[in-house]
């Protein structure tokens, strides 16, 4: 495992070593002018941001302790630590502790490691589906005179289509998982067998996590926790970019402006590599709010990077008392999950 990440790690460092050499004449960058956005950035509005933040990791410790309350009832307070723990580590070691969350609230519940990867499964899940009807309610709202109105309809229309396919797909895996898994097994068995038994694994897993959600009111909450969560994510946006006061094109962004831009940071952390995807985070922020609000390039790259601080990075000095705290060591508890996780998903 460590001569693969290193083999990435490798890789990576190639390809933008290669990247900035080719395109060294074609940058004009006015670092002053960055560093003076910086500088002048409202106080006021990131810590509102970072305020809505946290508040987020508070809903997600409440809904991890509805979604166990059919087998155990857990005090959500017990859990925010995992939460906090779990983050920090996806910030620091990238995607690879994914499983840290889950893994944490087994050791802390009693409950087993696979049970609780089947509440992250359906977590991811409610998460995706809140956010596609946050941006596609938001994004209706927004006046046809704007520029790039077209790319704002798309993204609504893909958002709900997204939320509808979600809605589907969880509604026949609630009532037929076994048979959705059977059929993903055998079809993409045909390509892959492995594929398929993982695929089929998930499925079940799924299953699992939706099982957890014991009658209409867990249902009812989890949803309006995570729309209440996914709402407050959207506004530590808002409030970012409305940081940028000496900036017209960011300080004067609407709600449902500042969707496409959620999307995009969203985008650009499916695949978050350690300390790199940092840099590649601000990177794809930059661009969408150049591209599609105007801003100069210097003011966006200064919002993009405020943008990691406030939604990604503001949790690590919790992340690392809580730690202390619980008496877990992140790198230890990051290579313990992921070696915890690939052994479940070997099992099923």
């Known amino acids: 495992m460590k001569k693969r990440n290193a083999v990435l790690w490798l890789v990576v460092v190639v390809a933008l070593a290669i990247l900035v050499f080719l395109f060294r004449d074609r940058a004009h ?27 987020t990791y508070w809903l997600r410790a409440v809904r991890w302790a509805v979604f166990v309350s059919p087998t155990k009832k857990v005090p959500a307070s017990s859990l925010i630590g995992s939460q906090f723990i779990g983050f920090t580590a996806v910030a620091l070691f990238g995607r690879l502790a994914d499983l840290t969350r889950p893994y944490l609230v087994a050791r802390r519940t ?31 709202f927004t006046p046809k005179n704007l520029p790039h109105h077209e790319v704002f309809v798309k993204t609504g229309l893909i958002s709900m289509g997204a939320t509808l396919a979600i809605a589907v797909f969880a509604g026949a895996v609630r009532l037929a998982g076994g048979t959705v898994a059977a059929i993903a097994r055998k079809t993409v068995g045909l390509l892959s067998k492995p594929a398929g038994e993982s695929i089929a694994a998930k499925i079940d897993g799924f299953r699992d996590g939706l099982n957890a959600i014991s009658s209409f009111r867990d249902f009812a909450l989890v949803t309006l926790l995570s729309l209440a969560m996914w709402g407050m994510i959207g506004f530590a946006y808002l409030e970012t970019a409305h940081a940028f006061v000496s900036t017209p094109e960011l300080s004067g962004l609407t709600f449902s402006r500042t969707m496409l831009l959620m999307a995009a940071s969203i985008g650009g952390s499916l ?12 990177a794809v922020t930059a661009t969408a709010m150049h591209t599609l609000y105007g801003a100069p390039i210097e003011a966006a790259t200064a919002c993009g990077a405020m943008l990691l601080v406030v939604t990604f990075l503001c949790i690590i000095p919790t992340g690392f008392a809580y730690s202390q705290k619980e008496h877990v060591s992140l790198k230890r508890v990051t290579q313990e999950s992921e070696a915890a996780g690939t052994g479940v998903s070997d099992v099923g």
């Open 271 to 282: 695949v978050q590599l350690p300390i790199i995807g940092w840099f590649t985070q601000i």
């Open 110 to 140: 009693g409950l087993s490691l696979s049970s609780q990867i089947a509440v992250y499964t359906i977590e991811r899940m409610f998460d995706l589906g809140a956010a596609a009807i946050v941006f596609s309610s938001a994004l209706a």
């Open 29 to 55: 960058f006015d670092w002053r002018m960055f560093l003076q956005q910086l500088r002048f950035v409202s106080i006021g509005h990131i810590l509102f941001g970072i305020a809505l933040i946290y508040a």
